[in-house]
């Protein structure tokens, strides 16, 4: 079975620094890996995916992620943290067949410090 | 395009009422799930649909639980006899998933917020 975890439930950046946030998956096969972003009160956005193709994937608002296969890894990263970035996100992985359901971590809360 | 629809936003409601809520996903997509979320939490799999077929329940689905997607366009999720612990967020997700286009992330709509009282 399909399981994501994300290390850290609150992370805290101060304005400008680099935001690292950590998402492993544990899954028999490859599988589709997502991002999503979730503002109070509101679903969620997408990201970033990797699907197939280069590792290095480069989403919305200045964020990217690298699959890393040898580490099950697929963490989320951008190089200056605005304000705007606050928020709750979630890494999703899902089958390449089937239903294509996701399976969530239990989010990460990012929090900018001015 | 106007994105995935959840209607209503926020409904409250006493232990042991039933409750209905619908989606409107993005139109030329066939592929629509259900997901629950609780405060702190990600979002859990209810229910997936293939145009109007349903095709899979997560056990998360008890025998209270229903949803329709007649004609494969909205949806409505249903709950009998309500209960506290079902008080959350109930999000909607839509995807083309069409063969061949590797398209197969999933849109959300705003969700609908359950409080049992």
């Known amino acids: 079975a399909q399981s994501v975890t994300q290390l850290g439930s609150h992370v805290s950046v101060s304005e400008g620094a680099l935001v690292l946030l950590r998402c492993n998956y544990s899954s028999s096969v490859p599988p589709y890996l997502f991002w999503y972003v979730q503002y109070p009160n509101q679903g969620l956005q997408l990201l970033l995916k990797?699907?197939?193709?280069?590792?290095l994937v480069k989403g919305i608002n200045g964020f990217e992620a690298e699959f890393k296969k040898s580490e099950t890894s697929f963490h989320l990263t951008k190089p200056s943290a605005h304000m705007s970035d606050a928020a709750e996100y979630f890494c999703a992985v899902s089958d390449r067949a089937g239903t294509y359901k996701y399976i969530f971590g239990t989010g990460t809360r990012l929090k900018v410090l001015a | 395009d106007t994105g995935v629809s959840q209607d209503p936003r926020h409904k409250i409601t006493k232990r042991g009422q039933n409750v209905t809520f619908r989606c409107d996903p993005i139109?030329?997509?066939?592929?629509l799930y259900w997901y629950r979320q609780t405060l702190g939490q990600g979002p859990e799999f209810l229910t997936y649909f293939q145009n109007e077929a349903q095709l899979e329940k997560s056990r998360l689905l008890s025998d209270r639980f229903s949803a329709e997607r007649p004609k494969g366009s909205f949806s409505t999720l249903e709950i009998q006899r309500t209960e506290q612990g079902d008080s959350a967020m109930y999000l909607c997700a839509s995807s083309l998933g069409l063969a061949g286009t590797n398209s197969y992330e999933q849109y959300f709509g705003p969700g609908t917020r359950l409080t049992v009282t």
């Open positions: 139109s030329e997509h066939n592929r």
């Open positions: 990797y699907t197939t193709g280069a590792t």
